[in-house]
C-alpha cells in the first residue's frame, strides 16, 4: 500500500511554531529528495517540491491548485510520485475527510469545494494509471468518495464534488479491469450512480451513466444488473427519467450512454423481456433520431435495442 501514516485519523497539524519547526522536506525516510539528477531537470525538481508541499497545511492548498492546474502537461510518472512518496496519499485522503463536515452541515463553499476537487483530481491521476490503478484499489481509497457520490444538494460546490469525484470512478473503470468492477459491484457502486442520475447536472449525469455502461460492459456486471427484478427496473427507470422527465432532450453523449445501457440489457433474456413493458417510448421520437444524424454507431445501436426488444431475441450487427 502507498506510504501512509500509522492512522489516518490523527489530527492534521495546523499552522504553529510547534508543529512545522523543521518544514515538510524533513519528515520521513521515505520522502523523495532532490538528486543530483534531478538539478538537470527542473520540471521533476518542481513536481518533487510540490508533492512534498502537499504534507504541509499551509503550502498544501497552493501544491493542491499548482499539481491540477498542470496534470495535463506534466510528466507522466506523476501517479507513480504520488503513490509512493511518504504521507502523500494520507494528505489527499485528510481532503477528503475534513469536507465529510462541511458537506453534513451544508456549508460547502465554492473555496472548499476547489479544494477537495484538486485533490480529487490527483486521486484520478492515480486511478488511471496501469501501474497505481490496483494498488488504489486494493487499498479500497475509492470507498472514501462514495459519500460525496451521495449528496443530494445541487448547488454549484456540491455539483463540482459530485462530478470530480464520478470522474475518479470513470477512470478506474475505463480500461475494463474486472478486479477494478467486482470492487465497485461489492461497494454497490450503483446506488451512488443512480443517486447522481436523479440529482446530478448534465455533465454528472453523463458521467454516472458512462460508469454504468463501462460496468454492465462486463459479464459480471450485468448479470448483477439483472440477478432481481428490483434492480433491473431501478436502472431502467432511472435510464427512463433522464429521458422523459425532462423539458429537453439530453446532450448527445449522455443519450449515447443511455442508448447503449439499454442495448446491453437487452442482451439478458430476463430483462429483454422487461424491456418490452419499460423501454423509454421518447427512444422512437424522431427527435432522437434527428439528434444522431451525425453518429451513425448511435443509431445502429438503437435500431438494433428496437429490434431485439420487439422480436424477443438477440440480434448483434456485424
Not at 485519523?9 to 523523495?32: E, V
Not at 483530481?121 to 494498488?135: E, G, K, N
Not at 477512470?171 to 447522481?196: H, M, P, Q, T, W
Not at 460508469?211 to 431501478?234: K, M, S, W
Request: charged share 20%; aromatic share 10%.
Amino acid at each position: 500500500m502507498a506510504n501512509l501514516p500509522e492512522s489516518l485519523f490523527f489530527s492534521d497539524p495546523r499552522p504553529s511554531s510547534s508543529s512545522f519547526g523543521a518544514g515538510p522536506s524533513t519528515s520521513g525516510a521515505n520522502t523523495y529528495k532532490t538528486s543530483d539528477h534531478d538539478q538537470g531537470d527542473p520540471s521533476r525538481a518542481k513536481i518533487l517540491h510540490l508533492i512534498l508541499d502537499l504534507n504541509d497545511y499551509r503550502t498544501r492548498e497552493r501544491a493542491l491548485y499548482l499539481l491540477d492546474k498542470s496534470r495535463g502537461s506534466i510528466r507522466e510518472d506523476l501517479p507513480l510520485l504520488l503513490w509512493n512518496s511518504f504521507g502523500t496519499i494520507y494528505s489527499l485522503l485528510k481532503e477528503i475527510l475534513d469536507v465529510y463536515r462541511l458537506i453534513s452541515a451544508q456549508n460547502l463553499t465554492q473555496r472548499a469545494s476547489n479544494r477537495v476537487c484538486c485533490a480529487l483530481a490527483l486521486f484520478q491521476c492515480v486511478a488511471s494509471h496501469r501501474d497505481t490503478r490496483m494498488r488504489f484499489i486494493k487499498a479500497r481509497i475509492p470507498s472514501y468518495l462514495f459519500p460525496l457520490l451521495n449528496i443530494e444538494n445541487k448547488e454549484r460546490p456540491y455539483e463540482h464534488l459530485r462530478l470530480t469525484s464520478l470522474g475518479v470512478i470513470g477512470s478506474l473503470v475505463k480500461a475494463g479491469d474486472a478486479e477494478a468492477v467486482s470492487y465497485l459491484l461489492e461497494n454497490e457502486i450503483f446506488i451512488y450512480c443512480l443517486r447522481c442520475m436523479e440529482v446530478g447536472g448534465e455533465l454528472s449525469k453523463t458521467v454516472a451513466t458512462y460508469i454504468v455502461q463501462r460496468i454492465i460492459i462486463n459479464e459480471e456486471g450485468l448479470r448483477y444488473c439483472c440477478a432481481f427484478a428490483q434492480r433491473f427496473y431501478t436502472l431502467s427507470r432511472a435510464l427512463g427519467n433522464m429521458l422523459e422527465c425532462r423539458a429537453e432532450l439530453p446532450g448527445k453523449r449522455l443519450l449515447k450512454y443511455i442508448i447503449y445501457c439499454y442495448l446491453r440489457l437487452s442482451h439478458n433474456p430476463r430483462a429483454r423481456d422487461g424491456l418490452r413493458t419499460c423501454l423509454p417510448a421518447s427512444l422512437r421520437d424522431p427527435d432522437i433520431i434527428n439528434l444522431l444524424r451525425d453518429d451513425p454507431t448511435t443509431v445502429g445501436f438503437l435500431q438494433q435495442l428496437l429490434y431485439n426488444v420487439s422480436m424477443g431475441h438477440q440480434y448483434t450487427v456485424i
